[in-house]
């Protein structure tokens, strides 16, 4: 069964950056398109970033051009790299295959706030 486990969230300030990590355990790691989701309280989840396994990526309006997401096929970790963070930016972040299945990581808390 596959399984997520997400870090590298945290509290910082408006402006700041954090790179997130998730480690996938999943047979194909390298044909699978993967994600990163986020759920801000009271609000549903988003998909933030995808990449596909060929590594093509795309983002959502409200983090274009300041949130990177990469994948480490041979490590089987996908990664998020948030810049110029945002009191809007603060959820809970998941990754987790493109479409989504019903398996999902405890998630990493990142709080912007000052």
């Known amino acids: 069964q596959v399984q997520f486990v997400e870090s590298g969230g945290g509290l910082v300030q408006p402006g700041g950056s954090l790179r997130l990590s998730c480690a996938v355990s999943?047979?194909?790691?390298?044909?699978?398109?993967w994600g990163w989701y986020r759920q801000a309280p009271g609000k549903e989840r988003e998909l933030a970033a995808r990449?596909?396994?060929?590594?093509?990526?795309s983002y959502a309006d409200s983090v274009r051009g300041r949130f990177t997401i990469s994948r480490d096929d041979a490590k089987k970790f996908v990664y998020l790299q948030m810049n110029t963070l945002k009191p809007e930016d603060t959820a809970i972040y998941y990754c987790?295959?493109?479409?989504?299945?019903?398996?999902w990581g405890q998630g990493t808390q990142v709080t912007v706030s000052s």
């Open positions: 987790n295959s493109i479409p989504a299945i019903d398996v």
């Open positions: 999943a047979v194909n790691f390298y044909a699978v398109h």
């Open positions: 990449i596909s396994d060929l590594g093509s990526t």
